[in-house]
């Protein structure tokens, strides 16, 4: 049974290159056969579709037809007849199918072809007689440990041009002898590349049923009578055109089949694969030998004699199969399946993965404990349930272990596993076949715990301060899994190279750090933990920042495990590591001073994951401790859930980062907390709150009015025949753009593809388009193109490479209305971008057309949508203007001189002070609200029944500051500003773009830096 070893070894592809003459048939005596189609296969007929989909092809081949027609019958062999159709769409295509492959194992399998020919214009080219029909032996698996003998059939085609259709038939006869004639087949008949035509037939002519499945579709198999040569068979038919293209979002689990899949099997239970599996593991000897003085059995009382305990026998037996017996397959003909005899595995030091598994048995089987072989599928074990059962559903052979009230899966082909049974990793397949007498069903594999955990502490030692040499020093400790990946890297690599490795990560975060001492390696065989330790100095851990100075942390462990997809939406589950069990600690030494590190907590524990980071300071030992932990619970997430599972791992990802920053003299620490903004509010409705709800209520009335009177105009517009796309003056098209905020540009490019989707009816959505218009700019170039060049001969509306940059200017554009710099050049730019695409239509149509005038023609609800949204739009730049408060905290060059004569005469500002960094909370006016810092004071402003409140302290009366970060919950943080008198007043700005982190770091910055200036002056 072929099966990946876990371990690649050249030598031992080496060795089995020196083999291969010795135990398979040189090509060269073997043939082709070349034979006119079987009478019995059923001709199909072919069509070339009248439209290519090129977007979804692939290495430029699209399928115009695969048939698959298989013969089965008690007398004669098996025959499988295929026959296929490939278009060579571009260059990429033609290199791909420059040549036509077909394997199949000469032990067992003769090929025939039956017919070659390329598809040129209204002519049929024969390829067969010509044909050079070479056989190579297939290699590809050796440096995989695996060899089954395999012939590649290999035609090189003569002449081959783009647009030529490429049409084949072969048939490959007889099966492997393993299977004792048993059938099993399936289909996949939904492909990610498209697949014009596919036809799916088997010709059934046994006395037993055959058992048909299908899934993914609504499709059905259609059964019938069929005769040859007067012998009854059923036949069993399905085909299908155009299937849809279904692409494989990325991580998704290998098990997840989402393609329509059609199944055939002779078998109709679990049990009957177990009767047929049976006899080839008892034939080679899972009971053990009987032969007191074998090998096998030598083995078994060398254990024996040195280890009582059971758990310790099976380590050590499954030990003994791991590291004694190499990896290597000779899988030609029935050994495929059939599993070598105990003791020649032994003897020859060498096997495949049931020849493992029959020696680790037989192992057992001597020392009186139960095992048993288990058939799995290492890539599908999820989907194994679903399917129906049958013969070749698996590809590896793990063992069951039962002793003591526990089971244990135990997979011989690992390598580098050490310590107590009970502390080895298990490789969890979901769900396998246990041959086993009685066996009916699929076993599940359940693990309780997997065994794989790493343990990492960082130490750093920063209190050199930003001009002295740190150090760091790492220990890590590696369980299960982690413990076998780090053996077998050692020994692939080498210390020095992944020495080298570990020294490079740390470089990617410290350009100045080096390794003190090579690395240290301490692996308990007897715990089967495995330790390092790693000593670093790092010259310049402190980096500049202004004029501060600061070190990043970060748990990169936790980080890399917290995988997430781009998007939340998505059609297929997303694929984490599972199992995954990460416990992070960083310890900080700082300089003795006056440290600021506020305790924090953040849990997060939900379906998919837990996680929890700590940090603490100790103040006598002046070491910050930060913890981080966290375990994977699941290996995938369902689809409807990704959005759940993203919105978690945001809850806690900024969590994962931690800046300690210093001033010289003190020192403060950039958290993340997380406190309730506070807030006041008037209970009371004033006047001028009733007016606001009264514009409101206005104000969706008149979009009211303008949405019901366009729906009432578009149902009663006329259609106007000789109307080519959406013909609109340019006036409107750029007046209203800029009314609406871009609003219309949207609704001019839905318009457009709305027609072309009727005119060409195709299966586009131009809604969507009108929506994300900022892609589709070129493509409606494209179009409009391609359809001048069909009228007029020519491109008259720009050339192409204007067309690119127009379509990459159109989407910055838009891109900018998010911009706080850009917005206005970005408005007046996007509609400016589409009049040459509109001068072409209005061309098309002409000033004087029906479409035109009644398009272009100004109607009350375009003065309501102007009305209605001009306002918005000149408070939108009036705001990036800063003309308005923003939303975001500004610098002090940002506020108007004329808010700064409003603070200097209510005594917010002393004159002459600069404005360091600024917030308002207000709607219209910077005078409702304000919050900010100079270089020596710090001020508070708001206003409350129409009075102005002010509370403004010089930085030497502040005794401290306090911080209660906002989230995206309550986007609000505060700032609590307590003064040497124990009164204390608030200022409150916003979260957005987090810089509400760098307003507390500048202000803390400013408060220290005034209050040394005073220190000094007294001094």
């Known amino acids: 049974m072929a099966k990946a070893c876990r371990v690649f070894c050249h030598l031992q592809a080496l060795l089995l290159l020196v083999l291969i003459p010795q135990v398979t048939f040189a090509a060269a005596e073997h043939s082709v056969d ?43 062999p098996q025959v499988r007849f295929t026959r296929l159709q490939q278009l060579v769409v571009n260059q990429r295509g033609l290199e791909h199918n420059s040549q036509i492959e077909v394997d199949f194992d000469p032990l067992y399998e003769s090929l025939t072809f039956h017919s070659i020919a390329i598809l040129r214009d209204d002519r049929t080219i024969d390829m067969l007689p010509s044909s050079d ?21 290999n035609i090189i085609l003569a002449d081959l041009r783009i647009g030529d259709i490429i049409d084949y038939s072969f048939s490959v006869s007889g099966a492997n002898p393993i299977y004792q004639d048993i059938f099993a087949y399936r289909r996949s008949l939904q492909w990610s590349v498209p697949l014009h035509s596919q036809h ?29 040569d007067s012998t009854p068979y059923v036949e069993y038919t399905i085909s299908r055109s155009d299937s849809p293209v279904l692409l494989i979002e990325s991580n ?15 078998i109709d239970s679990w049990g009957k694969v177990v009767d047929w599996a049976q006899p080839l593991y008892n034939k080679a000897g899972i009971a053990g030998t009987s032969v007191e003085d074998s090998s096998v059995q030598s083995v078994i009382d060398e254990i024996k004699l040195k280890i009582s305990e059971p758990n310790e026998r099976v380590m050590s037996a499954l030990n003994y199969v791991q590291d004694q017996i190499r990896y290597l397959g000779l899988e030609m003909g029935v050994n495929s399946h059939q599993p070598s005899l105990a003791e020649d595995t032994l003897v020859r030091r060498y096997g495949d993965c049931k020849d493992k598994v029959v020696l680790f048995i037989a192992l057992l089987k001597g020392m009186d404990i139960d095992a048993y072989p288990v058939l799995v599928d290492t890539a599908d074990g999820l989907d194994l349930p679903l399917q129906p059962a049958s013969i070749n559903a698996f590809n590896h052979v793990i063992a069951k272990v039962e002793m003591s009230d526990m089971t244990y899966w135990l997979d011989p082909t690992m390598n580098y596993q050490k310590g107590p049974l009970q502390s080895i990793y298990q490789a969890n397949y979901q769900y396998g076949l246990v041959i086993k007498p009685g066996v009916k069903e699929l076993a599940e594999m359940v693990i309780d715990d997997p065994q794989s955990m790493l343990t990492v502490t960082q130490y750093y030692d920063l209190s050199a301060g930003e001009g002295g ?103 297929t589950p997303y694929l984490i590591s599972f199992p995954n069990k990460i416990d992070h600690r960083i310890e900080i030494k700082v300089s003795n001073g006056d440290w600021e590190f506020p305790s924090e907590t953040t849990v997060e524990n939900n379906a998919y994951f837990s996680y ?84 409101v209520l206005l104000y969706f009335l008149a979009l009211i009015y303008a949405i019901a009177t366009w729906r009432i105009d578009s149902s009663s517009r006329p259609v106007y025949e000789d109307e080519e796309y959406y013909p609109v003056s340019r006036r409107k098209l750029l007046f209203l753009s800029l009314s609406t905020g871009g609003i219309y540009t949207s609704y001019w490019m839905y318009r457009n593809w709305k027609y072309v989707k009727e005119s060409e009816q195709l299966g586009i959505m131009p809604i969507a388009r009108g929506f994300f218009s900022l892609f589709w700019y070129y493509p409606l170039f494209a179009h409009l193109v391609e359809d001048s060049k069909e009228r007029f001969a020519r491109n008259t509306i720009m050339p192409m490479s204007f067309g690119v940059v127009g379509a990459i200017l159109f989407f910055i554009a838009n891109y900018t209305y998010d911009s706080d710099n850009w917005y206005i050049v970005g408005m007046l730019a996007t509609p400016m971008l589409l009049f040459p695409l509109l001068n072409y239509i209005i061309k098309l149509n002409g000033k004087t057309s029906p ?31 800063t003309i308005f408060p923003s939303s975001k905290i500004m610098t002090g060059e940002q506020v108007w001189q004329r808010n700064i004569d409003f603070m200097n005469h209510n005594e917010i500002l002393k004159d ?19 919050n900010g810092f100079t270089e020596s004071s710090v001020f508070s402003y708001w206003k409350e029944d129409d009075e102005l409140n002010v509370m403004a302290a010089d930085f030497v009366d502040v005794k401290d500051l306090k911080v209660e970060y906002g989230d995206d919950s309550d986007p609000q943080t505060v700032i609590t500003v307590q003064l040497n008198d124990d009164s204390d007043f608030l200022l409150i700005i916003s979260t957005e773009d987090k810089l509400d982190l760098t307003f507390y770091q500048s202000l803390r910055k400013n408060w220290y830096q005034a209050n040394k200036r005073a220190g000094n002056e007294a001094g």
């Open 34 to 76: 070349i034979q006119p189609t079987p009478v019995w296969v059923q001709s199909v007929k072919t069509s070339k579709p009248d439209t290519i989909p090129v977007d979804d092809i692939d290495s430029g081949n699209y399928y115009l037809l695969v048939d698959n027609q298989v013969k089965v019958d008690e007398t004669s």
């Open 133 to 153: 029909i070479s056989l190579l032996k297939q290699e590809g698996r050796i440096e995989q440990g695996l060899y089954d003998g395999r012939l590649t059939a």
């Open 200 to 228: 799916v037939r088997v010709l059934w002519g046994k006395d037993k049923p055959l058992h048909v499945k299908i899934r993914n579709t609504e499709d059905k198999v259609k059964e019938s009578a069929f005769l040859i």
């Open 252 to 266: 998704t689990p290998s098990w997840y089949n989402p393609f329509a899949t059609v199944y055939f099997s002779e």
């Open 469 to 571: 040499k740190s150090t760091l020093s790492v220990k890590s400790l590696y369980l299960g899994d982690r413990a076998q990946n780090f053996r077998y890297q050692v020994e692939d690599i080498g210390f020095k190279a992944l020495q080298t490795l570990y020294e490079d990560y740390y470089r990617e975060i410290f350009s100045d750090i080096e390794l003190t001492d090579k690395i240290l390696i301490e692996d308990d065989k007897q715990t089967g933990v495995l330790s390092t330790q790693q000593d670093y100095v790092i010259d310049n851990a402190w980096q500049p920042d202004g004029d501060n100075f600061d070190v990043d942390f970060a748990s990169y462990f936790i980080r890399n495990a917290l995988d997430k997809p781009s998007k939340a939406s998505r059609t």
């Open 612 to 695: 929890e980071f700590t940090s603490n300071f100790d103040d006598a030992a002046k070491t910050l401790t930060l913890t981080f932990n966290y375990q994977a619970k699941v290996g995938f997430i369902e689809a409807d859930k990704v959005a759940d599972y993203i919105d978690a791992v945001d809850k806690v990802e900024e969590s994962l980062y931690y800046t300690v920053m210093t001033y010289g003299e003190g020192s403060t620490a950039a958290v993340n907390d997380i406190g309730d903004a506070i807030s006041s509010a008037n209970d009371d409705v004033e006047i001028k709150d009733q007016l606001i709800i009264l514009g």
């Open 851 to 881: 479409a035109y005038i009644d398009n272009s023609a100004w109607k009350a609800r375009h003065s309501v949508m102007s009305i209605l949204f001009i306002p918005l739009v000149l408070f939108a730049v009036g705001t990036d203007l």
């Open 912 to 930: 002459n002070e600069d404005i360091v960094m600024f917030y308002s909370d207000g709607l219209i006016s910077y005078e409702e609200d304000g």
